[in-house]
């Protein structure tokens, strides 16, 4: 895909990413008893916030006519989407149970993959009205939600110890297990981080090493691996060493790791 095509492809993502994130913090406030909550089948809460999101995504996103793969949308079977060359790959709300506590760590993810992976990531962070986002064609920068083309680069600032390895909540294994290879636990400062968010701060300079022994939904962390490999970091299997595998039969990405070390 030629540059010009991936850079229209990136405004659309950051038009509905701000969609999106609108939808949120318009509800924010909102009385959970309102929001129609109710749990799916693997446990994970879905309210009425994360369908008006994944919609207003959708009605941007659609107009490209490339076939979307979202958390809250209807999941074609496997047959008919492994054939797809393109899809993209959404979250409406990262983080639900985060929205619903009004914490923050609740965010929008949106990814275009090919089947090498993410050729562009974007994630929204409502409440900070910063947008992250990076593909093939661009490097890296932050935008602001409400003036999208106010646009700064990241630069990151070099790693040095005592180095930030950040993780999810509900991660059951202990740091040594979780570091780089050739490199000491008295190194590593660990620290749990709701969400895609982690991604972020991977590529900003604020962590150094993300992993995560648990699986992700690939929704979950295709947008930042988008973000982080339009500056050379690839999200990999923590087994295989190999780079996530995206719209496969499951939708399943686990044991990731990414790191900047």
């Known amino acids: 895909m030629d540059n010009k095509r991936l850079n229209t492809l990136l405004d659309g993502a950051l038009a509905a990413a ?36 994944h919609h ?12 979307v793969i979202s958390e809250e949308g ?3 079977p496997f047959a008919e989407r492994s054939g797809w060359p393109l899809f993209w790959l959404v979250d409406p709300l990262d983080g639900t149970q985060s929205y619903l506590d009004h914490r923050e760590g609740f965010a929008v993810n949106i990814a275009l993959c090919d089947a ?4 562009l990531g974007v994630v929204a962070d409502p409440l900070t009205n910063r947008v992250f986002a990076g593909a093939s064609s661009t490097p890296p920068f932050i935008a602001l939600l409400d003036d999208l083309n106010h646009r700064s680069p990241i630069v990151s600032k070099p790693p040095e110890p005592p180095y ?4 999810s909540w509900n991660e059951e294994l202990e740091l040594k297990a979780l570091i780089p290879g050739g490199f000491a636990a008295r190194d590593f400062c660990m620290e749990a981080v709701s969400g895609a968010l982690k991604f972020c ?13 648990a699986s992700y939904m690939e929704w979950d962390c295709a947008a930042g691996d988008g ?35």
């Open 74 to 76: 209807e999941l074609p």
């Open 227 to 261: 973000i982080l490999r339009s500056m050379g970091i690839i999200v990999r299997d923590r087994t295989t060493d190999e780079p996530l595998e995206y719209n496969t039969m499951r939708l399943r990405a686990g044991n990731l790791y990414a790191s900047r070390l």
């Open 18 to 53: 701000a969609a999106a994130a609108e939808v949120l913090l318009h509800h924010l406030n909102d009385r959970n008893e309102s929001l129609v909550i109710r749990a799916k089948r693997d446990g994970s809460l879905v309210s009425a916030v994360d369908i008006e999101s």
């Open 201 to 213: 701060l991977l590529a900003t300079g604020e962590a150094d090493v993300h992993a995560r022994s």
């Open 116 to 119: 090498s992976g993410p050729l």
């Open 164 to 167: 930030r390895l950040v993780t």
């Open 56 to 67: 207003a995504i959708r009605e941007i996103l659609d107009g490209f006519g490339i076939p």
